[in-house]
């Protein structure tokens, strides 16, 4: 059986503070096949931005972070990687796309010297010609019209639109096997919104790459995504292929954010503390498939 790109099983974590530790994560379990877009849905802090962060290994340095749980990506556990070799895998074999591109791009340096660092990521000798080629290649593949003009820019002088499809090229320009997209449309309006996720839709499939895309957008993730995972207060409380999951959510809290997206027709948003005890029933899976099966 081949080891899915990513699979996190029993993952915790925990902040020290003056007066105890806070726990976030309460043993967070999913996984992602190859070529595989899976959406993590959830209200803001429910625990999405910081699992895509521990993927990444970003949270590990902080003195104050209690992680513990299984993290595996390409049936490699990541935990018993040395710092470096953990931190090469960002920008290479896996990468991430943050959820405001305007203040992610550093504005001191142009857009040419911002690709060509992440282009050295996995060619350190690149040449500045070869970098320049590939630079302008993967931003025609994001429907940017003058990338040369685009690449001696800096990223104040670019629209927020144009800033994403800039980020998006540069997360795929090195073919990750795994991209974290965190909520890469919500600096956008909608319509640009809905293009920008339509162009990664199209690269992540012609590249095979395996997405975890973090969310709280349900009619993004329905397009989007091929299953759900729902968390709520750091636990994923139902998961499923999405087509499923739209159509007969069965847990209270997916019910409440359904009920939540706004309608033209109106009606109320649903308190999702009603009924305390239901937000508190075991993790629902769809189509009759378990956590183990899906896995199989």
Do not use: C
């Not at 144009?162 to 449309?185: F, H, K, S, T, W």
């Not at 919500?186 to 012609?206: G, N």
């Not at 999951?245 to 069965?250: A, E, K, T």
């Amino acid at each position: 059986m081949t080891a899915p790109t990513l699979r996190i099983d029993d993952l915790r974590l925990g902040f020290r503070t003056w007066s105890g530790t806070i726990d976030v994560l309460h043993g967070i379990s999913l996984h992602i096949r190859k070529g595989e877009r899976v959406a993590l849905v959830g209200e803001s802090g429910s625990g999405k931005s910081v699992t895509a962060r521990i993927v990444l290994g970003m949270l590990q340095q902080l003195k104050t972070a209690r992680i513990s749980g299984t993290v595996e990506f390409e049936g490699i556990n990541l935990e018993t990687l040395k710092p470096a070799s953990r931190h090469a895998l960002r920008g290479t074999a896996m990468s991430m796309i943050f959820q405001d591109p305007t203040s992610s791009l550093n504005p001191v340096y142009p857009i040419f010297t911002l690709f060509r660092e992440v282009l050295r990521r996995a060619e350190p000798r690149i040449d500045e010609e070869t970098a320049r080629r590939k630079a302008i290649a993967a931003l025609a593949d994001v429907a940017i019209n003058e990338p040369e003009r685009v690449l001696e820019s800096y990223a104040f002088q670019l629209s927020g639109g144009m800033n994403q499809r800039v980020m998006i090229a540069m997360a795929l320009a090195n073919n990750p096997a795994l991209l974290l997209a965190d909520e890469p449309g919500t600096a956008l309006d909608v319509t640009v919104q809905a293009q920008t996720l339509r162009l990664m839709s199209e690269l992540v499939e012609k590249h095979r790459t395996s997405v975890l895309f973090i969310s709280h957008n349900l009619g993004v993730v329905r397009e989007f995504a091929d299953r759900v995972y729902v968390i709520y207060k750091g636990n994923i409380v139902e998961q499923g292929p999405t087509a499923a999951l739209f159509s007969d959510p069965r847990h209270p809290y997916t019910r409440a954010l359904l009920a939540a997206v706004p309608r033209i027709t109106g009606g109320g948003i649903p308190d999702i503390e009603d009924d305390p005890a239901a937000f508190r029933a075991p993790l629902v899976a769809h189509d009759g498939y378990s956590e183990k099966e899906l896995l199989s």
